[in-house]
């Protein structure tokens, strides 16, 4: 018996959210997140586990005789290390990146074999892959932007305070350390929502007939912005900067995204909005 597709996209969206969680946790060692992702993930474990059970019982042994049967057992076997590492040996960082890989795995496989088994649904989802793949992209974008308006604030908050000038606006600007947490947290709500998007964008244009090269301007843009925030996470945490210094990143950071959503689409053969 095929397994319907909405079952897989249940185990997508429990992926992602798991992913979500231990990116969150990664950067900011959240219990609960932690706690969290690990439920989301045990949760898939669960449901793959079953499905490649009835595949083994259906091909009389493990389900790797192509490269679509062989993508599933491999993202099958990355959730059981991670389950397994988050569980033993807590190495948050390997955790996080082999969700990552497993999760592209996995977005593969079923997105590849909605063709080979000829789902009736697979233009359908096939699209919501797609939308999925704007809608984070868009959210990411959002929570950027929320990151740049309050690098602004710092930066304006920081001058007023150094000039002794404009006391009347402090309060409305608000705190320096408020302004700062605040950065911080929308880029580390936005960073996984974007590589969520990219993962889910390459996978679209790969399994479908779009045009899609690496050297793309549109996909060398993304990939930019992407490391660029991830940058700041690393300047921010790895090397304990802060202040004026990082917020004024934080606005050039802003700028290189707005030159890839509005300049660089228009040199790309890829679709607009990715």
């Known amino acids: 018996m095929q397994v319907p597709a909405y079952l897989y996209e249940i185990i997508l969206v429990l992926y992602a959210a798991s992913i979500f969680s231990y990116f969150i946790d990664f950067i ?13 993930l045990t949760l898939v474990w669960f449901f793959q586990s079953l499905f490649l059970l009835q595949e083994m019982i259906s091909h009389g042994g493990l389900p ?15 959730v059981s290390l991670s389950l397994f590492i988050n569980r033993i040996y807590k190495v948050d960082f390997l955790t996080f990146f082999l969700n990552v890989v497993g999760f592209f795995m996995m977005l593969l ?26 809608t984070l992209a868009i959210l990411a974008y959002a929570f950027f932007t929320l990151s740049f308006v309050f690098a602004v604030m710092y930066v304006l908050q920081f001058q007023l305070l150094k000039q002794k000038k404009g006391y ?41 007939a779009a045009v899609f090269y690496w050297y793309d301007w549109k996909t060398i843009g993304s990939l930019t912005v992407l490391a660029v925030y991830a940058v700041y996470l690393f300047l921010r945490l790895a090397r304990g900067i802060r202040g004026k210094g990082l917020a004024i990143y934080t606005i050039a950071a802003f700028l290189i995204l707005i030159i890839n959503f509005f300049l660089l689409s228009t040199y790309s053969s890829f679709h607009f909005t990715g």
């Open 28 to 40: 900011q060692k959240n219990r609960k997140a932690n706690q969290l992702a690990f439920r989301l």
């Open 64 to 78: 790797v005789k192509d490269v679509y049967e062989g993508l599933y057992f491999y993202a099958w076997v990355l």
């Open 109 to 134: 496989y079923i997105t590849s074999s909605a063709y080979e088994r000829q789902w009736t649904r697979t233009i359908p989802f096939m699209n919501e892959v797609l939308i999925a793949h704007i």
């Open 168 to 208: 009347r606006f402090w309060t409305r600007l608000g705190d320096l350390g408020k302004l700062e947490t605040y950065t911080f947290t929308s880029i580390t709500i936005g960073t996984p929502l974007l590589l969520l998007s990219v993962i889910m964008g390459v996978v679209w244009a790969y399994t479908t």
